[in-house]
Nanobody, 116 residues
Framework: QVHLVESGGGLVQPGGSLRLSCAAS????????MTWYRQAPGKERELVAR????????KYADSVKGRFTISRDDAKSTVYLQMSSLKPEDTAVYYC?????????WGQGTQVTVSS
């Protein structure tokens, strides 16, 4: 079955950087778009970044453009989110997502806290 495992979250000071990873299994990873979402306390889950199959194109939320970079390694079935110039408003649980066979699959999430 589909399994997504996020890692790399933590506490970072404003202006700092983190790289999140999402290891995928149970499906043909290279053929699927992969997406990072985040959910802050009291807010709805929002799309952060998406990368198409085989990395042909990317899409970002306006709030993270120029600061975050999504990438993928199909050989490792892993998608990454490089986050730089982090702000307190980036604090959230970050989730990896794949939409496959009409089902949205989610990982357990990884907490990112930006605070001095």
């Amino acid at each position: 079955q589909v399994h997504l495992v996020e890692s790399g979250g933590g506490l970072v000071q404003p202006g700092g950087s983190l790289r999140l990873s999402c290891a995928a299994s149970g499906f043909a990873f290279s053929f699927y778009d992969m997406t990072w979402y985040r959910q802050a306390p009291g807010k709805e889950r929002e799309l952060v970044a998406r990368i198409s199959e085989e990395g042909r194109s990317t899409k970002y939320a306006d709030s993270v453009k120029g600061r975050f970079t999504i990438s993928r390694d199909d050989a490792k079935s892993t998608v990454y989110l490089q986050m730089s110039s982090l702000k307190p408003e980036d604090t959230a649980v970050y989730y990896c997502n794949v939409y496959r066979a009409s089902v949205f699959y989610w990982g357990q999430g990884t907490q990112v806290t930006v605070s001095s």
